[in-house]
């Protein structure tokens, strides 16, 4: 569920997605993506899709992270 309060930074790299980008992402990058909406920017911000590129020195109370574990 990436409809909530903040915008979750996930493991995969913020990189331009084409038609050739893996299901799992880009193999590198320089920053991580953030993902879903978040109450700080507005309408415009809350959809599911979007994405952002939050650096993980930033501090902010719209930024927030979710902790995922694979099923054995």
Partial sequence: DMS???QEWCYDWNKRITTT???????SGVRRVGRGGDWYYGAFAAS???RN???PS???S???FRVVRQAN
């Fill in 4 to 6: 909530g309060n903040v």
């Fill in 21 to 27: 980008t893996p299901a799992d992402g880009a193999a």
């Fill in 62 to 64: 719209h930024v927030g």
């Fill in 48 to 50: 599911v899709c979007n």
């Fill in 58 to 60: 930033d501090g902010s």
């Fill in 53 to 55: 590129n939050p650096h």
